[in-house]
């Protein structure tokens, strides 16, 4: 990777035209503990979201863990999001925990996580609210909130049964075990399984083969797509012709043509 940059809990690379942010503090798996890493990561996304030449983004973590939630001593102890007063509490989940959903569901350019080994909790939540989840064949994920006497705090009970379906969402939910990447391939939640040592690898070509099409229409496609889970087909449809008018008009569509007329035409000169 080239173009990394240092410092806090999040470090950023970018290659060509794909970002990936990597949690890095593998000595605590990952774990998102204060005010300040939450800010730190949406911060991160939306400078990625910000910067018109990115198309793609991947999150991951360093060593052994993508993420493993929060912090279950400072629970014990009613220190870091568990201190105060049910309004202090409440406040503080709106303006940091809830910042990194909220940052994931605004960035218009496709998302991936590259789950490399356990996502509870937050972990688990920051992984669903990507685009496109893979998973190393060590992953594990836990919907473990009621586990610890508390509900989905970061937006996953409203993303996880768009994933898994209702049915399913409730069982991970209700009975906080946790998931294997095989068992998340078999349930949906993530879109393929592949070795540790390929993983990273595998999610930044990925992001790049996304990233080579046009920006626009990737972006506008996108967001068709979130759309869709909550307005009715009629308004819909109404949002695809206004973005595939724009989307006809545009130089990208006209030059994504003739290449594709390009390579038809090479084929048929080679023959069967």
Known sequence: ??????????????????????????????????????????????????????????????????????????MAAREGFSAGTVADIQQRYRESVHQVPLALSEIDIPTIAAVNGPAHG??????????????????????SFVQLGIVPGDGGAWILPRLVGRSRAMELAFTADPVDAQQALRIGLVSEVVNAHELL????????????????????????????????????????AAFQAIAHVAPEHLTAVQAVLARLQDRDRQGP
């Open 201 to 240: 690898g595998r999610a930044q070509a990925l992001a790049a083969r996304i990233a080579r099409h046009p920006a626009a229409a990737m972006r506008m496609t996108k967001r068709l797509l979130r759309e869709a889970e909550q307005s009715s087909l009629a308004s819909h449809l109404e949002l695809v």
């Open 122 to 143: 937050a972990g688990c939540d920051l992984a669903c609210f990507c685009d496109i989840r893979l998973a190393a064949r060590e992953a594990i994920f836990a919907f």
């Open 1 to 74: 990777m080239t173009g990394a940059v240092g410092g806090g809990f999040v470090q950023a690379s970018r290659q060509d035209d794909v970002v990936t942010l990597l949690l890095d503090h593998p000595e605590t798996l990952n774990r998102l503990t204060t005010e300040a890493q939450f800010l730190e990561l949406a911060g991160k996304i939306r400078q990625v979201a910000a910067d018109r030449t990115s198309r793609a983004l991947v999150i991951t973590g360093r060593g052994h863990a993508f993420c493993a939630g929060g912090d279950i001593r400072k």
